[in-house]
């Protein structure tokens, strides 16, 4: 379904859709960051990425899995605790962060479905927006399959066109969201339709940094575990969580207990978000650590974006947002770390 | 949906036998799950074991799949699960989900010897396969145990080792020299070496440390047994189980999911990152 | 002026002479204006080396890796590591001398003035700049920098475009050094606190508000404590990312590992966090602001940690940095601190 | 899983009056861990150590709590206890749930919630107890003494005697202390020398007591039953031995300066003997007073000298020492004149210290016993006496008692009304304090027999007025004003710690109380013990106190230290400090706030000495890092228990 | 009638003055209320922060940290070591918005149960117009 909306209409639109929980991106200091909307009158579309992709949304950082208590010793009870069913869309999600969502699909897929992410998954509508200007100095996602109007994962795709929104659905669930408010939206005109393709192209020349032959790398990758380039590369990172947590594709995570009352015991078992840059995330109970130092770790994360997710799935586990380039404290660049190994020894 | 894997079934602790004291012991657990038995597994699986309040550990089954009555691991006190486990008493409830993990390819090895080689508590894993064997011995060939520890202290299962004595050829070895010790003194692949088991129409499955592993497979190579006639079990950190958690790949596999059972001419593939 | 020929001559040197492992020091990046960190062992790699406005970093972070891959050598190479260093990053080098963490001769501390000016902030700029892109940040003669963009060169006061810690700053020169590159400046700073007058005029529930909307934001990538030369410690009591285990360790002690806080990202849990990180430095933090800057959801860690700078001075009349020989604030007393507030 | 048991004590109706114990015993029975809870009327009877000693051996438990009464009373009783039936006695701890709980609150069902509370939460504790033997040491079978007054010879005798070898430190060039500047006693009035003086003999000569005078203590280290000592001797520039006192020396010394020994009313030269029954029986140069030596100066004292007993390049000497036990007994210094200035004391010659008065008094005094005014030698016929003279003063002066002062002062009138019968003696009291054998007694011949005019009063202005010392007082009794034209004051000055004492408490490490009296470890339980094991207190060094109390001190401090000394080994308690060296920098930074000097950094880490090391936890909260915490009080076991006291 | 909120307080006691202060005021039998639960540590030195960040973080309402007065301390000096770490605590609990009220210290002598009583009981009174401390509690 393909439609125009004009940019006046658009909080009547969103109005329409009060029954479902609404997130949007919404500046905080200097950064963009989602919220859940809670006065239709105010958006804004005009943003730069959020800091943490809508990743959090559909996979938040701390979910509790199950809790656990016992009155005596005797009588232990667990009890599953899965999402609220709530129906839930998500405004101005980036066309790579949207891509992002359908790596983690895959990998919250497979043989065991992971009930916490898809119950988010499935009621959630994603309505995406087209990056015009890149919201990124750091965007890259023409080089690893992707695009500023990509539609991969998204329910609807909003395109600026000046005065108005074009809005495109590729799913049942952006179809509703649209027939939500059929009154405020129109067919879209020849001229319209040739706007929106002259933004796309034009669009597409604006992102400012690319990787060159990035097709090279995978194979490039799989020669290189034991390549001492790892140390080289590694020397300035300084161990913390930023590209990985801040990435729209990662997704370890931990699990834990948390203890509310020792006696009688009770509590909650949580999964959180882990990373593979902490020291701790391989570290086998014995001490002894299959990935022990910084080299290891950012080895591993290069390579299962670029060399075993490729392996797995055929699709880089990157969409090109920037952040880990943008956020990194060190000024580590993914970019020129994959230039540097498809180059390295050459 | 799917059921809803991440939620352990609780299980009644039966059964508790200390096999090893010391500074580093090792408890085998039999439990029963309080409601109707579907866990159907095979060997050289694992189950995700939780003490909750504790959290969750994994551990592989050492009983053989065809004893329908309890699961039995077999478990060394390492960190803040495992010693919790050992702190538990019969009638304590823990949670068990799974299985998880490949198997041992038993099926296919109808008809050959198998030779199991473990260390220290390295030997839970075997214990299950061959169990298994040892059932339907008229299946398969020729077995043999090799087995060692630092100490005979060390040694699990000593009691039902004496029983398989009686089934099957038994060596078993220790570290260092101690008086009245009968039998091997040396490493296991010394013993391995030692004892000289033929690669003809054999499998060979070994387990235990890293270190062991290693030179375990060198004494079978230099034997003549090939890369595809042996097996091991690989141990990672693990959370989910299932492969989603990210942090046991090596490489490309996820040895929760597409582990821990290996044989020597597929692991030999893998990054050296374990 | 800072010559910065000057400090790639005396590198140059060291490293021809043998003096130093390897010199720590800046090069340009790839992103934007934010130089990396370059870890020199060739004389002729001194040509990467560049000081301006742009290197914010406290490069004192990198001699714990030294310190680490030095323990795990069997023979180590027992000369120093040449290392450039700030005003700030100076006092740094003394606390950690004081905590007897490094030794005085593990160091060879190229020492580098800001020209009594400091670093960037590099969204002040931006904001500055409207749109257009800088291309290069030098430092001009009169407290001000010189910003190459696309259209040519400007300058803007210095005061302007400032990180905030600069503006706070007590010496913007090395306070301990072996070469010194550049002048030791003197500018009057009435008050380096000023920047917490905002937060500490709040009425205590606003303060409360504030606060509590800032940690809550925090999603613990502990970038502020990864980047912080202090925090050295091999396992964090506030952890629960690294946990140090050798073989001796027994499973008592792996069992009855003290969580004082969990994992999950919460408000509570945050806060203690970020309660230990700042209690943990007073007294020790050098203020070189690197923690609020790698933040990546922009909470204002510094402002803790300053506030307990500023208490430890109005308090206990105690300045960070300046002494590697006097004891730490917390082991040490007076026995007329003040007790007002004790019953 | 450690097996716990409860027991929860009634103390008749002491607990169960307001706390619910059987509901505190139901309740921790269905703690984790906890596999035995009951309650007993008098758990720290006979019949109730039985049942936790049985339900021990019978539920083999690993440890046990009781919750009953302060552990400072009965946590040896029930430790023991658990000893018996097996335990360390580290797997028992004390819940207290009667001065904490029941003696405090009156809700039962609020203080039965609390008693829950104390009670886990000493489960939580004891369940993460490790089972520790005390610290073995071998003893050091020596004493060192500091301070030759009658205490300190008293302690050192008392312990000579014993068998124990003593080193006796004296500041001054002679023992005897201020004991050996009064002339009578009271209540006896035997003379003071007369008793005095064959202890001070005794010291000198006995076999096993090593007398050091005029010499300090420099430096300390070490820890019961093995302390080293540094002592500075420092010149005398004579030696003693080759001295035959006969007295040449101080005929042609040039130089003349106040009198220590009778505080001023007379003076000595710079080479001198304190008083004429000085031990050691010799002369000594004063340094400071002489003329000078570097170069030599005069010289005129060594030229008399026919035994070549002086010698002027005597070099100040550092003594080491090794000894189990040290007696602290420094005595005390009068209260400062120059605080003291209202009653024109230090302004006026006639207005006088009690020690002074003393010195009059004596038959070895300035006045050979007759009672003359400093100014003219004429005989006083008005005295006026004024008792708290800085003493029960918290506004200006100490807020303490001084003690003895009633005494001395009732002594002082009563003696001088037998050198001066004519006289009147009027004495300015707040009101008398005569606690002590025949000490009231004493007081009322005084007033009776002697006719001493008590007045209960303040003394509000001294002032010298034609020859006469004014003293305008008040008489609260009579409510009216007094005005005494007195030919002498003279005052019952505050006692104060001897000078150098706050420097030697620092230097041994042992507390002192607001007022610099050297602290001991407990006001009723431990009155000899500092607060430093292996030191002891003994008379005016700790409290104003007079001779009897100062020698029963003494001999009491004596004793602890024989207590020590008589032993092959010490125990110390295991509850030290311990390193996690995994986690150690070596900041320093434990070492620095360690009390006791226990710490020390090697290679990079810290080390404990777990003789010296008291447990005290100081470092466990300085290190930023975990890496050292206190046995059996770990930040783990604190943490448990923080989370048990609420409710989680 | 709602029923009236009871603060739950930790009180850290030094066990040589504060804790045998807070004996004596048994001994007196001198009445407070029970709202405060008493652990008793060897030194007020040796109170931790995390101590009291965590006591927070399980949800105590109030804090207390006492010790022997300034001299008194039986390990010498630990209290003053006490005096100046709570100082810089009780200044970041401020700063982040804690009501001044919820975390306090103490010298409280052992011959002190009179003021041992006073201050529980000034701190409960103080407590009870704040309600639950909910900012730095753990959210079950």
Redesign the interface.
Known sequence: MEKVLSKKAFPQWVKKLESYTMYLPRK????WNYEVIKNPEIIDLDYLNT??SPKKIIFP??EV??E?S?S???E?K?N?V?PEEAQSVIFGVRPCDAKALTLTDK??G???????Y??RRNSTALVGLACNTPPS??CFCLSVDGSPHSKEGLDILITDLGDKYHAESFTKKGDDLLNLAKALFKNPTAKEKKDLEKIQAESKKKIQRQIKDTKKIPPKLKDM??SPFWDEES??C?????CT??CPTC???????????????K?E??R?????Q??????????HN??PDKA?RLRQRI??KFQ?FV??YKNYQCTGCGRC?????????I??VLEKARDYGS | ??H?????K?AKIIEIKEEVGGARPIKTFRTQFLSTNNFSFHSGQCAML?V?????SIISISSSPLLKDYLQFSILK???V?SSLHEMQVG??I?IRGPYGNSFPVEDWKGKNIIFIGGGIGLAPIWSVLNTALSIKKDYGDLMLIYGARTSKDLVFQEELEELRKRMPVHLSIDVEEPDWKEFVGFVPQNVTDKKPSPKNAIAITCGPPIMIKFVIKALEGLGFKDEQIYTTV???M??G???????????HYVC?DGPVYSWAEFKKL???? | MVNLEELKKEASQILKEGKVKYIIGFQR????L????A?IKNPKDVEKLVWDPTCV?NLT??LQ?EKRKKTKEKEPDERPVGIVVKGCDSRAINVLLQEEFIKRDDVYVLGVSCENTGVLDE?KLAKKLKGKKAKKVEFGANDDFVITTEDGNIKIAAQEVLAERCLECKAHFPVIYDVLIGEKTKRNVENPFKSLEKIESLPPEERWKFWKEQIE?C?????C???CPMCYCDECVADT???V???D?SAEE?AQKIKWL?????SSENFVYHFVRAIHLAGRCIDCG?CE??C???IPVRFLNKKLEKEAKELFDYDVGFDPDKPSLVSSFKDDDPEDFIR | MKRTGVFVCHCGINIAGTVDVKKVSEELS???GVVHAEDYIYACSDPGQNIIIDAIKEKKLDNVVIACCSPNLHETTFRNAAKTAGLNEFQCEIANIREQCSWVHKDMEKATDKAIKLT?SAVQRVRRNEPLEPISVPVTRRALVIGGGIAGIQSALDLANTGFEVILVEREPSIGGHMIQLSETFPTLDCSQCIMTPKMVEVSKHPKIKLMTYSEVQEISGYVGNFKVKILKKPTYVYADKCTLCDECTKVCPVAVPDEFNLGLTARRAIYIPFPQAIPATFTLDIKNCPGLLPIACGKCTDVCEPGAIDYDMKPEIVEEEVGAIIVATGYDLYEKELLTEYGYGKYPDVLDGLQFERLLSASGPTMGKVLRPSDHKEPKEVVFIQCAGSRDPELHCAYCSKICCMYTAKHAMLYKHHVPDGQAYIFYIDIRSGGKDYEEFVQRAVEDDGVLYLRGKVSKVFEDKGKIKVWGVDTLAGKDIEIDADMVVLATAMRPSKGADELARKLKIAMDKDGFLAEAHPKLKPLESVTSGMFLAGAAQAPKDIPEAVAQASGAAGKAISILSQERLYHAPTVAEVNVNLCTGCGMCVQVCPYDSLSLKDGKVEVNEVLCEGCGTCSATCLRAAIQVKNMTPLQVN?MI??AL?? | MAEEFEPKIVAFLCKWCSSAGSDLAGVSRMQYPPNVIPITVMCSGSVSPLYIFSAFNKGADGVLVSGCHPGDCHYIKGNFYARRRIALVKKLLEYVGLEPERFQMSWISAAEGVKYTKVIKDFVQELKPLGPQKKLR?T?
């Not at chain 2, 909750?52 to 969750?56: I, L, S, V």
């Not at chain 3, 999603?219 to 970038?223: G, L, N, S």
């Open positions: 905080d200091g200097d950064f800091v943490l950082q701390r899995l199950l656990f016992t005596n010793e005797e232990l667990i599953e899965l990998v919250f497979g043989d065991f479905k992971d009930p916490y898809w119950k100095p750091n575990f034991d020397l300035s300084i161990r913390c969580g930023i947590y801040l997704h370890c995570f931990d699990i834990n207990d948390e203890v509310t009352s020792s006696s009688p015991i509590g078992r949580v959180t978000w882990d990373n593979c902490f020291p701790d995330f391989t570290m086998h109970s014995s001490g299959p990935r290891a390579l299962h075993y392996e797995l380039i943008s956020k990194c404290p060190v000024g580590i660049d970019i020129e | 949906m799917d809803n894997t991440y939620i352990p609780l939780s909750f309040g504790k959290g969750e390492m960190g803040r495992t304590d409830i949670g141990e990672n950190k959370k989910c299932i492969g989603k958690c990210g942090r046991c790949n090596i490489g490309v999911k990054p050296q990152e374990y | 990046g790839s992103n934007g934010l130089p990396v960190p870890f970093y972070l990198f890796d969204k934001k999603i613990r990538c502990y970038a404590r990864s980047v990312i690294n946990f285990v050798t073989p360790t792996k969990e994992k999950s990202p919460v690197e800057r790698v990546p959801l922009d | 269905k703690h984790s886990r448990e989370k048990a409710g989680g | 753990r079950q």
